[in-house]
């Protein structure tokens, strides 16, 4: 199994400032997901993260907005830059570990931007 | 491409029922799928995987069932109680694939 810790928990910002989300596993894992579920949605993959190389994003994410770093194998970081309200929302860390490649997400980040 | 649907979306049961929630996926190539449970703001936590070589798995009053050839997944609750109350999210990872997929959930509240 994997053990995910997140910071901050949650956050209130102002439009147009920035927030940097922390991810801590407690394992090595080589690829690192993050997730923006808006409220009352379903989970939109943001990007993949892999230690030593770009981050992936998916269709919708750049990476001027949602700058990663991955600077080695249990930890990650996710930027919001630029905040506007539309970018209130939980945004979760997330890992696939073990023979079964399982999936186990962090607690969450609750950002709120006004 | 993979997509992930759950039905119903919402459901309301009285405490000490048993009770059937729906995941349909429509591609049958999948590596494992996997069942979540979400409570408000929180991150989700792992329920039951099931391997694409297994039918079913087991864990306390939680029993989740796999058919691939008619894309279908169930996850069974027995006797279930308030504190089940929570979004219940399915997620398929395709083989040979990186992403998992996930369905809408189905909220589920359990009235005492």
């Known amino acids: 199994s994997a053990v995910i810790s997140q910071k901050p928990s949650r956050d209130i910002c102002q439009r147009g400032t920035s927030l940097t989300i922390q991810c801590q596993v407690d394992s090595q894992v080589t690829m690192m997901f993050w997730y923006r579920q808006q409220p009352g949605q379903s989970l939109t993959l943001i990007a993949t993260?892999?230690?030593?190389?770009?981050?992936?994003?998916e269709s919708g994410f750049v990476i001027d907005k949602f700058p990663i770093s991955r600077p080695n194998l249990t930890f990650s970081t996710l930027t919001v830059s630029n905040m506007s309200p539309e970018d209130s929302s939980i945004y979760l860390c997330?890992?696939?570990?073990?023979?079964?490649?399982?999936?186990?997400f962090g607690p969450g980040t609750r950002l709120t931007v006004l | 491409k993979q997509e992930v649907t759950q039905i119903p979306a919402a459901l309301s049961v009285p405490e000490g029922e048993n009770l059937v929630l729906n995941c349909s996926f429509t591609?049958?190539?999948?590596?494992?799928l996997q069942w979540f449970r979400q409570d408000p703001g929180k991150g989700l936590t792992s329920l039951l995987l099931?391997?694409?070589?297994?039918r079913e798995q087991t864990s306390g009053r939680l029993n989740a069932s796999l058919d691939k050839s008619s894309g279908r997944s169930t996850l069974y609750i027995a006797a279930s109680q308030p504190g089940d109350s929570a979004t219940y999210l399915c997620?398929?990872?395709?083989?040979?694939?990186?992403?998992?997929?996930f369905g809408a959930g189905t909220r589920l509240f359990v009235k005492a």
């Open positions: 099931i391997q694409s070589s297994q």
């Open positions: 591609d049958s190539a999948i590596y494992n």
């Open positions: 997330s890992v696939r570990t073990g023979e079964y490649d399982t999936q186990y």
């Open positions: 997620a398929v990872l395709n083989t040979g694939g990186f992403k998992t997929i």
């Open positions: 993260a892999n230690q030593g190389s770009e981050a992936t994003y």
